[in-house]
């Protein structure tokens, strides 16, 4: 059975580093898009970051461009999201979803963060930028 775990996320102050994991289970995330989503309570989930399955294009929101850096390391069947400079408005509940491009190699340079094309999503990690 396929899963997506995240993990990574903790309580971290203003201006310091976290590193997030999306690690898969039960597929291999090579002819995978993969997205960093995050969200709020009480507010809509927004697109981070996302990488596409070949590793040769990234995408950010503009809020975290300059501080947070996606990657993937396909030997470990993971990707990861740095963050950097965090923020109090950084807070949220982090999750990663996988977007498979092995039908259609025209996308396989793309992603992006509309969430109805993503086939697998993790549970979520807690990432808590506070004093």
């Known amino acids: 059975q396929e899963h997506l775990v995240e993990s990574g996320g903790g309580l971290v102050q203003p201006g310091g580093s976290l590193r997030l994991s999306c690690a898969a289970s039960?597929?291999?995330?090579?002819?995978?898009?993969i997205g960093w989503f995050r969200q709020v309570p009480g507010k809509e989930r927004e697109g981070v970051s996302c990488?596409?399955?070949?590793?040769?294009?990234?995408n950010y929101a503009d809020s975290v461009t300059g501080r947070f850096t996606i990657s993937r390391d396909n030997a470990k069947n993971t990707v990861y999201l740095q963050l950097n400079s965090l923020k109090p408005e950084d807070t949220a509940v982090y999750y990663c979803a996988a977007l498979s491009t092995i039908d259609d190699v025209t996308i396989q340079h793309h992603c992006d963060f509309i969430e109805y094309e993503y086939d697998y999503w993790g549970q979520g990690t807690q990432v808590t930028v506070s004093s």
């Open positions: 990488i596409s399955s070949s590793g040769g294009r990234a």
């Open positions: 039960g597929f291999t995330l090579d002819y995978y898009a």
